[in-house]
């Protein structure tokens, strides 16, 4: 599922505190999107962008989350919080695109490709990560005016009623189990830190983005999490057999998250972005 504003999903108007692209909103377009195809609770899987909507949506929603996996996040308010000289340098688009429309909308529309080169640079740690395909796609997708709107939206919106309803909900836990993974030379440091009151296990990978070619060992774990009804914990519980019962591959661009399940529950949302 591409979140609103993302890849060829809806544009809704964002509105004057960008409410229309809170991560709460989107993760009322979840609940009602499964709801429609006939699924009240269901497990999910977020990356990304994807993953906080996935986090809000777990908050907001407990009955309907079953269990959840992110990757590559810490929550946006810690994100915040813990800002640097160093990760506002290389992560320049988390303070760029929340400025005032029109600024970064008109400055990104005269050359998407410059922006989105310099983009994808900065979220990659390992060079020719991204393949020219799907670097043409996300192109495709950036150079629609509606699209850089949308993304700017929903920056703005993060850095603004997002951090709102982050500090309302303070105190609030997710409840569902909770598996968090994310790359070895990730920026976001050690996501689980931030979800130490929920389950977790803890797992690094190389530092690129969640493609076909992650190690199989670790998509293997992702696929054990969503298909047998255990967890394992930070401390190391005890593990299931190895996941013959599941076949799936998880396939990413710089930041989508696409899981394509051949033997598995039926109820798995996975939430993504086509465009970075």
């Given at each position: 599922m591409d979140l609103r504003g993302y890849g060829d999903s809806g544009k809704p108007q964002g509105g004057t505190d960008h409410a229309g692209y809170s991560k709460r909103e989107m993760a009322r377009d979840v609940v009602n999107l499964m709801a429609t195809l006939g699924h009240h609770a269901f497990q999910v899987i977020g990356h990304d962008r994807?993953?906080?909507?996935?986090?809000?949506?777990?908050?907001?929603?407990?009955?309907?989350?079953?269990?959840?996996?992110?990757?590559?996040?810490?929550?946006?308010?810690?994100?915040?919080?813990?800002?640097?000289?160093?990760?506002?340098?290389?992560?320049?688009?988390?303070?760029?695109?929340?400025?005032?429309?029109?600024?970064?909308?008109?400055?990104?529309?005269?050359?998407?490709?410059?922006?989105?080169?310099?983009?994808?640079?900065?979220?990659?740690?390992?060079?020719?990560?991204?393949?020219?395909?799907?670097?043409?796609?996300?192109?495709?997708?950036?150079?629609?005016?509606?699209?850089?709107?949308?993304?700017?939206?929903?920056?703005?919106?993060?850095?603004?009623?997002?951090l709102e309803h982050d500090a309302a909900d303070a105190e609030s836990r997710v409840t569902a189990p909770l598996l968090a993974l994310w790359a070895r030379a990730a920026s976001s440091d050690r996501p689980t830190t931030s979800f130490r009151r929920g389950a977790r296990r803890r797992e690094t990978c190389a530092g690129r983005p969640w493609t076909a070619d992650t190690p199989c060992r670790r998509r293997c774990r992702t696929r054990c999490f969503v298909s047998w009804r255990i967890f394992w914990s930070a401390e190391g519980a005890s593990r299931p057999p190895a996941c013959r019962r599941l076949q799936?591959?998880?396939?990413?661009?710089?930041?989508?998250?696409?899981?394509?399940?051949?033997?598995?529950p039926p109820k798995i949302i996975c939430l993504s972005r086509l465009c970075v």
């Open positions: 994807g993953a906080r909507v996935a986090h809000r949506l777990a908050l907001d929603h407990p009955l309907a989350v079953e269990r959840l996996a992110v990757f590559d996040i810490a929550p946006t308010a810690t994100m915040y919080a813990r800002t640097d000289k160093a990760f506002a340098t290389r992560y320049f688009w988390w303070f760029f695109l929340i400025q005032p429309y029109p600024l970064p909308e008109k400055m990104i529309g005269s050359d998407p490709e410059l922006f989105l080169r310099r983009h994808i640079a900065g979220q990659n740690k390992v060079a020719g990560a991204t393949e020219d395909a799907a670097f043409e796609e996300y192109l495709r997708c950036y150079r629609d005016p509606a699209t850089i709107h949308a993304i700017c939206e929903d920056y703005r919106a993060a850095a603004g009623i997002d799936c591959a998880i396939s990413t661009g710089i930041s989508v998250l696409a899981m394509m399940l051949l033997v598995a």
